[in-house]
């Protein structure tokens, strides 16, 4: 899984449209994250072909923050943005991973 910490909107902006582009799944995630762990963990165990994803590690700045609650409308982390700019967000990591296991499996 690649991933990466942008540094600026621009950069994270860039990040998602190349992921589009790619048709990649961006995973939003942040520090401290228990469930981002449970999550992790459990497409290492459903062995998710993790080359399909784009982790993207929000930095806790102001800037960052509000980007991804207010221009994003991110709901919170982990959350896995589709190519289509859906959105898959579970309160349950476990079954959030097996709906991203679903559909690596189908790209």
Known sequence: MKVVRPSSKDEFK????????????VYISAYPCPECEVFEA???ELKVDTAKIVKVDVPADDWAV???????????????????????????????????????EKA
């Open 42 to 44: 459990a497409l290492e």
């Open 66 to 104: 509000d980007f991804v609650l207010n221009e994003l409308k991110v709901p919170g982390s982990p959350t896995v943005i589709l190519p289509d700019g859906s959105m898959i967000d579970d309160p349950d990591p476990v079954e959030m991973a097996l709906k991203v296991k679903r559909l690596v």
């Open 14 to 25: 860039r990040v998602i449209a190349e992921a589009r582009e790619k048709k990649l799944l």
